[in-house]
Nanobody, 115 residues
Framework: QVQLVESGGGLVQAGGSLRLSCAASQSISNANVMGWYRQAPGKQRELVATVTSGGSTNYADSVKGRFTISRDNAKNSVFLQMNMLKPEDTAVYYC?????????WGQGTQVTVSS
């Protein structure tokens, strides 16, 4: 069982920046994929960004060029740098760790972007 704890969310004005962190209770070095997802009120959870164990990244079109995902296996952590934030980025952001057999989710952190 891997526990994931997100932090770094908050209230920011449009155009601002936030850095989200996700700390895992166990090693993530063998996690195939680490990812960030988000869910806005009344909407389905959607992929924001992922990073593989080999360092390959993937982003939703809506965040390309503004968000950067990174992982630090030594610290059992994954990060999401969010720049040029927009009101439509408002959501609860979740961290996900995907291993060969199991996937784990964090509890989420709220990001609110005011216009």
């Amino acid at each position: 069982q891997v526990q994931l704890v997100e932090s770094g969310g908050g209230l920011v004005q449009a155009g601002g920046s936030l850095r989200l962190s996700c700390a895992a209770s166990q090693s993530i070095s063998n996690a195939n994929v680490m990812g960030w997802y988000r869910q806005a009120p009344g909407k389905q959870r959607e992929l924001v960004a992922t990073v593989t164990s080999g360092g390959s990244t993937n982003y939703a079109d809506s965040v390309k060029g503004r968000f950067t995902i990174s992982r630090d296996n030594a610290k059992n952590s994954v990060f999401l740098q969010m720049n040029m934030l927009k009101p439509e980025d408002t959501a609860v952001y979740y961290c996900k760790a995907s291993y060969v057999l199991w996937s784990y989710w964090g509890q989420g952190t709220q990001v609110t972007v005011s216009s």
